[in-house]
Nanobody, 132 residues
C-alpha cells in the first residue's frame, strides 16, 4: 500500500509563498498520477493541480500562473509551489495518487466530485492559511 505524506502548510500573508510537499512511500508504477486538492471550511473539495509520471501537468483556473506542480522522482516527492497567495487559497490541502490511470486521472478529477472514485490513495491534509 502506498502511503502519502503531505507537508509544508502554514500561515502566510497575502502575496506570500509556500511550498507543499507530498512524499510517497513508493512509486514503482509506470503510469501514475498525483493530484493536489483543497477543501476550505464549508466548501466542497476541489482539484488544484495534477501531475503524471510522464510530467503532464494541469491546474485549476483559480491557481494558473500562481501555482506550479513538480516532481522529484528520485525522492518519490511531488511539490506544489504556491506564489501570490490570496486569502481565498486558505484551505486544507491534500495530495492523492492514482497508480495506473496517468493523464486520465488528471482529466477525471478536474470534474467536481469524482476524486474519490478515481483515487487509489489519499494523504493526510496540511493546513494553508493566508491572512489579508
Amino acid at each position: 500500500e502506498v502511503q502519502l505524506q503531505a507537508s509544508g502548510g502554514g500561515l502566510v500573508q497575502a502575496g506570500g509563498s509556500l511550498k507543499l510537499s507530498c512524499s510517497a512511500s513508493e512509486f514503482t508504477f509506470d503510469d501514475y498520477a498525483i493530484g493536489w486538492f483543497r477543501q476550505a471550511p464549508g466548501k466542497e473539495r476541489e482539484r488544484v493541480s495534477c501531475i503524471t509520471s510522464d510530467d503532464y501537468t494541469d491546474y485549476a483556473d483559480s491557481v494558473k500562473g500562481r501555482f506550479t506542480i513538480s516532481s522529484d522522482k528520485a525522492k518519490n516527492t511531488v511539490y506544489l509551489q504556491m506564489n501570490s497567495l490570496k486569502p481565498e487559497d486558505t484551505a486544507v490541502y491534500y495530495c492523492a495518487a492514482a497508480v495506473t490511470l496517468g493523464r486520465s486521472y488528471c482529466t477525471i478529477v478536474a470534474v467536481p466530485d469524482t476524486a474519490d472514485i478515481a483515487t487509489d490513495y489519499w494523504g493526510q491534509g496540511t493546513q494553508v492559511t493566508v491572512s489579508s
